[in-house]
Nanobody, 123 residues
Framework: QAPLMESGGGSVQSGGSLRLSCEPL?????MGWFRQAPGKEREGVAV???????TYTDAVQGRFTISRDNAKNMLILQMDSLKPEDTAMYYC????????????????????WGQGTQVTVSA
């Protein structure tokens, strides 16, 4: 399995937008975006399965959008209305298990990870 690689992080002001990408796109199991702020545990942000069923954590619902770009072979996270509390290292994760009821958001269920990309939102 090719290693996952994230891109698109950066620094923005509160209310701004960023678009994260992760490649390659996996066609089995679940893929997702996770984040880890300093001193905190890694948490799930948004997950998607091969049938494009998605789940978001409550903190980003309505502001973030996860999608599969099959043409570009990428997983995308569009982040709008960013807040300072969104500041974290963002990781792309994958696991090949096919969950019947949709993907879980807990990072403990994901086996493969990228190196991460930093997102910093200033007030």
């Amino acid at each position: 399995q090719a290693p996952l690689m994230e891109s698109g992080g950066g620094s923005v002001q509160s209310g701004g937008s960023l678009r994260l990408s992760c490649e390659p796109l996996m066609n089995v199991g679940c893929m997702g975006w996770f984040r880890q702020a300093p001193g905190k545990e890694r948490e799930g942000v948004a997950v998607i399965d091969r049938d494009e069923r998605v789940t978001y954590t409550d903190a980003v619902q309505g502001r973030f959008t996860i999608s599969r770009d099959n043409a570009k072979n990428m997983l995308i996270l569009q982040m709008d209305s960013l807040k300072p509390e969104d500041t974290a290292m963002y990781y792309c994760g994958h696991d090949s298990y096919n969950w019947i009821g949709g993907c879980p958001t807990g990072p403990q269920f994901f086996k493969s990870w990228g190196q991460g990309t930093q997102v910093t939102v200033s007030a």
